[in-house]
């Protein structure tokens, strides 16, 4: 099983922080520590296992922040499963605040905001594409900007720290049992949820939303979908439609985040060259000057602001890493399982 290795000790020390920023760029926004100039010391190793990305990272201590709000190439949905084997960590969420230490199993949203910082530390990093638990998507959303230190999170690190430790002896042709063996252990470790929350219905509804972003999803540019046609496909009641999607602004205002961010995709595709108005069009939007606005409020910059940084950022959509530059490997393997 092949690893990719990338280090900054192999750099200048004025360029060491730039380059283990710009590895991170697809995912968060690293913090410029006080003094870069006296070099920066950051290790990674990335291992691709097909439809999951799994690194060994050390690092020095900094501050980092989602790219939520943030002109970005393609927003990247993923879940971030960190077993923390040395250090500590403290994330600041929109609702909570969590922290982890040596032992401790955190699960980030990669879509969602948040912020906070790193000591010096050594971890695990386990990058699971939203789709990759199709029909159970619920579980980790119930986890998502948790702590977990009690035993089967513990069974879940120890699982990890195993399985980095066995990759090297490993191939390709183990893959397929690797990977249903790492999907059945998240489950059976993630999957208890907290008692403070009614299980059941916290399951059902969360079922429901992952049955309509992939219904959502699938019918993205139709002119049909709406409050009608999510009911008949999840078979629940208006009412019952209205309560689940209020936390997200309404049915119409979570159709057109949707419809929004799968804009932000196209409009950061260097290879797409038709018109902005076109590709709102294609979304529902008849007016150009109705999209612009809706975007800006969405994300906090323009249509026309992507197009550019787009154009301005190189064609990293690789599907080999070995032909990639060591600094762009994780985000070329996560632009992968993303699509």
């Not at 084997?85 to 990669?110: C, F, M, W, Y």
């Not at 249903?180 to 059941?200: F, G, Q, V, W, Y």
């Amino acid at each position: 099983m092949p690893a990719f290795e990338f280090s900054t000790m192999e750099l200048p020390p004025e360029e060491q922080f730039l380059a283990w920023r710009a590895s991170y760029s697809p995912l968060v926004d690293l913090l410029e520590p006080d003094d870069v100039s006296v070099g920066f010391t950051g290790k990674q190793v990335l291992w691709d296992l097909g439809s999951l990305a799994l690194s060994h990272v050390s690092t020095d201590g900094l501050g980092f922040a989602s790219l939520a709000g943030h002109v970005r190439r393609d927003p990247i949905d993923h879940w971030l499963i960190s077993v923390m084997l040395k250090g500590n960590s403290k994330t600041d969420t929109p609702s909570r605040t969590i922290e982890g230490r040596a032992g401790s199993v955190q699960i980030h949203p990669l879509g969602k905001k948040f912020e906070g910082y790193l000591t010096d530390c050594e971890m695990l990093q386990l990058f699971v594409p939203r789709d990759f638990f199709r029909g159970m998507a619920h579980v980790l959303d119930a986890a998502e900007f948790t702590t977990r230190n009690n035993g089967m999170a513990k069974l879940l690190a120890e699982y990890l720290i195993g399985l980095a430790r066995c990759l090297p002896s490993l191939d390709r042709s183990d893959l397929p049992g690797l990977v249903t063996a790492t999907r059945a252990m998240i489950l059976a470790c993630i999957a208890p949820i907290s008692d403070h929350r009614n299980e059941a219905g916290d399951t059902i509804n969360n079922a429901l939303l992952e049955r309509a972003r992939r219904f959502v999803q699938a019918n993205i540019r139709s002119s049909n979908i709406g409050v009608a046609s999510l009911q008949c496909e999840l078979g629940v009641s208006r009412s019952r439609l209205y309560r689940l999607f209020e936390p997200y602004g309404g049915v119409v205002h979570y159709i057109q985040h949707r419809r929004l961010l799968d804009a932000h995709r196209a409009l950061a595709d260097p290879s797409d060259t038709r018109r902005i108005l076109d590709i709102a069009e294609e979304r529902g939007f008849a007016d150009g000057s109705e999209f612009s606005r809706a975007f800006k409020r969405e994300f906090g910059y323009n249509p026309s602001d992507v197009r550019i940084a787009g154009k301005e950022l190189p064609n990293r959509q690789l599907t080999d890493l070995k032909w990639a530059a060591p600094a762009d490997r994780l985000g070329a393997l996560l632009r992968r399982l993303q699509a």
